[in-house]
Nanobody, 130 residues
Framework: EVQLVESGGGLVQAGGSLRLSCAAS????????IGWFRQAPGKEREGVSC????????YYADSVKGRFTISRDNAKNTVSLQMNSLKPEDTAVYSCAVDITGTCTRTYASGSYYYRTDYWGQGTQVTVSS
């Protein structure tokens, strides 16, 4: 059974940092790409970042480029999202998801990238206060 468990969310002041982790089990972790997504109340879900199965390719939404860094440890079956210089607009539930193709498959439409997702975690709340 595929399981993804996010952790590391919380309340932080603007300008602060958080590190989210996605712990995976039940599948061949190093075969799959992993993405981070977020959804704020009343807003569409946004693809924040994605890392390919090997870790050799990474992708970021324009809104987080230069502030967030995605990484993976295939020996520990974890993907992390280091979030620095946080802003109130980063407040959302953050979830990780698996792309079984391994390559961060995505399409571009209406100004946004939409990533393929096959399995989801439950999410972790990130709240940034001003």
């Amino acid at each position: 059974e595929v399981q993804l468990v996010e952790s590391g969310g919380g309340l932080v002041q603007a300008g602060g940092s958080l590190r989210l982790s996605c712990a995976a089990s039940g599948f061949a972790f190093d075969d799959y790409a992993i993405g981070w997504f977020r959804q704020a109340p009343g807003k569409e879900r946004e693809g924040v970042s994605c890392i390919s199965s090997s870790g050799g390719s990474t992708y970021y939404a324009d809104s987080v480029k230069g502030r967030f860094t995605i990484s993976r440890d295939n020996a520990k079956n974890t993907v992390s999202l280091q979030m620095n210089s946080l802003k109130p607009e980063d407040t959302a539930v953050y979830s990780c998801a698996v792309d079984i193709t391994g390559t961060c498959t995505r399409t571009y439409a209406s100004g946004s990238y939409y990533y393929r997702t096959d399995y989801w975690g439950q999410g972790t709340q990130v709240t940034v206060s001003s």
